[in-house]
């Protein structure tokens, strides 16, 4: 058998390497969830271009599609190279509280943990697992603990575009200005809710979890099927005692 001759990089596949790794420093840097779309304008390729390289990074596993086609997120040897293990660090006796409280609850309970900017699904129910956890991560204006997260910036415009707004169900908020009346009852009721925005068949409830200088580190979201957010909003004030012992541990 004569050996393969290496000629090394020739024609266009140097601009094809640059191409796919600026694709995956944009999926890293948005966030899970960005579609084909968001990446070809952020990069100005051309969307076939763009499709044939997202569909070759998937391929070899470096992206991974998210369910119903929400888009594109990390996949495990992005990880790899970055050195991420996909967990959060979450002390112990942090998970033996959610721990409690699940056990005293018939509903799903996470532990999403929260910057200025992004959240992290750090600790899911194993009992009741949430659907896609990137799309909770990536759609703020969706998801409660997003709006939380959202409610406590001056203008929400800061973290969330308003073209962001995508529409994930038919009760997904998407206007900039429903978005806001959200935000503002959010901030007056001390706790957010979502019927059906995210999935159309989940509703939750997100309550603050505070550090000891009253900066807002995680959320403890409540999941219940269905699309009426009084189920889950009805375990908020009974979890605010939980969330008051969290905040020093995780603040």
């Known amino acids: ?4 001759i ?3 990089l020739t024609g266009r596949q140097p601009k094809a390497v640059q191409s796919a790794l600026a694709i995956l420093e944009t999926v890293a840097r948005v966030g899970a969830g960005v579609t084909a779309k968001e990446v070809a304008e952020e990069l100005g390729l051309p969307p076939a271009t763009t499709y044939r390289l ?8 470096y992206l991974v ?15 790899r190279l970055t050195g991420a293990t996909g967990a959060a660090p979450v002390c112990t006796a942090a998970r033996e509280v959610v721990a409690d409280l699940r056990g005293r609850v018939r509903c799903g309970v996470h532990l999403v943990l929260c910057t200025p900017s992004t959240l992290h699904c750090a600790d899911v129910d194993p009992d009741h697992p949430l ?11 969706a998801s409660a603990p997003g709006k ?11 973290v969330l575009g308003p073209t962001r707004l995508h529409r994930l169900t038919d009760r997904t908020v998407v206007r900039p200005a429903d978005l806001d009346g959200e935000l503002g009852e959010t901030r007056r009721r001390g706790w957010a809710v979502q019927g059906g925005q995210v999935h ?19 959320a403890l979201v409540f999941t219940v099927r269905g699309v009426d957010p009084a189920a889950p909003a009805a375990h908020a004030v009974p979890a605010a005692d939980f969330a008051r012992r969290l905040g020093p541990l995780l603040g």
Do not use: I, Y
């Not at 369910?67 to 990390?74: E, N, S, T, Y």
């Not at 659907?131 to 204006?141: G, I, K, N, S, T």
């Open 200 to 218: 159309a068949d989940l509703s939750c409830a997100a309550v603050p979890v505070r550090s000891p200088a009253g900066a807002l580190v995680a």
């Open 1 to 4: 058998m004569t050996p393969a």
């Open 54 to 61: 997202l569909n070759l990074l998937v391929g070899e596993e």
């Open 65 to 79: 599609r998210l369910p119903d086609l929400h888009g594109f997120a990390l996949g495990r040897k992005a990880a």
């Open 131 to 141: 659907q896609a956890p990137e799309l909770v991560e990536r759609h703020l204006h």
């Open 148 to 158: 939380l997260l959202l409610a406590e910036q001056d203008d929400w415009q800061d």
């Open 6 to 8: 290496d000629r090394g």
